[in-house]
């Protein structure tokens, strides 16, 4: 058999590549060719075997672990419970339908948001990625919320500090501020500097402890 030239080797797209196989892991159940669920390491079908068995043999204690949960939970989330078992159950006899997500239409991962659990039939439908885009917003509402109270509480020490210390002899006073220039590394600071400002409420604040 002639051997093919070098030159037509060397244009690799006339050379088809091997397949790769898809990846499929097989179940660990001795005997079953199952493909395993993802993480996990047997197929559906073991595991629910595998939750079944664990269920029948750990039975009692699981229903103690059920009932003593139960007994620790608080009204409201008592009154939660309650609603989302009453929306299941409606949902079982079909008397309500799952809704569509409120923001987006979608049918997919559609998750039931119950604000009032007297009110339980006012269910908003949100999707999943919906609730977590709506979760990550008020997450950063409230750290904002902190970070300007926050702000707002310093603007008034700072008020009330400097206004105490208009109020104290001026050999004092210059003591203060002058403790107040000093910057780190042996730099001065100016009295516009938020550093200054910050020495300043420290140091009196500190002068005042020490002097009750
Ligand atoms: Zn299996
Ligand atoms: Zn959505």
Known sequence: MPFRPLDELDDLEDIELPK?????????????????????????????????RYRDRHGQQLATRRRDAAAMRDEATCAADSARAKLAM????????????????????????????????????????????????????????????????WAEERTRVLAAIELLPPDI????????????????????APLYMMNLVRVYKASRDRGR
Request: charged content about 30%; some cysteine.
């Open 20 to 52: 790769l196989l898809p990846l499929r892991r097989i179940c660990s159940t001795k005997a079953c060719r199952g493909t395993a669920r993802p993480g996990g390491r047997h197929c559906l079908a073991c595991h629910a075997r595998a939750v079944q």
């Open 90 to 153: 409606a949902l079982r006899r079909g008397t309500m339908q799952r809704g569509l997500c409120q923001r987006c239409g979608t049918a997919a991962e559609v998750l039931a948001i119950i604000e009032d659990p007297q009110q339980w039939r006012d269910v908003v439908w949100v999707c999943r990625r919906d609730r977590d885009v709506a979760r990550e917003r008020r997450r950063d509402e409230e750290a904002q919320l902190a970070a300007s109270r926050e702000r707002a509480a």
């Open 173 to 192: 006073r210059a003591r203060l501020h002058a403790l107040a220039a000093q910057g780190p590394a042996g730099s001065t600071l100016s009295p516009e």
